[in-house]
């Protein structure tokens, strides 16, 4: 299992993928979208950076910036 962003590798092809499906709140989705655009990024990009973090930080590895400014 890779123990920072720089060793994940998600081609569009699915290789080294898993589709996950979830639900949120529709104020969240807002949120969301609102932050992506803000930032040139998807709302799929986040939740993929965001799940990145969680795990780097309950492995106690290096926290990377959540997004770039």
């Not at 590798?9 to 992506?36: F, N």
């Amino acid at each position: 299992m890779p123990r920072n962003a720089a060793e994940v590798v998600l081609g569009k092809d699915g290789r080294d993928a898993r589709r996950l499906t979830t639900t949120v709140s529709r104020d969240q989705a807002e949120r969301l979208e609102e932050i992506a655009e803000r930032n040139g990024v998807s709302v799929s990009w986040l939740l993929r950076r965001a799940a990145e973090r969680l795990i780097e930080e309950a492995d106690g590895g290096p926290l990377l910036p959540f997004l770039e400014r």
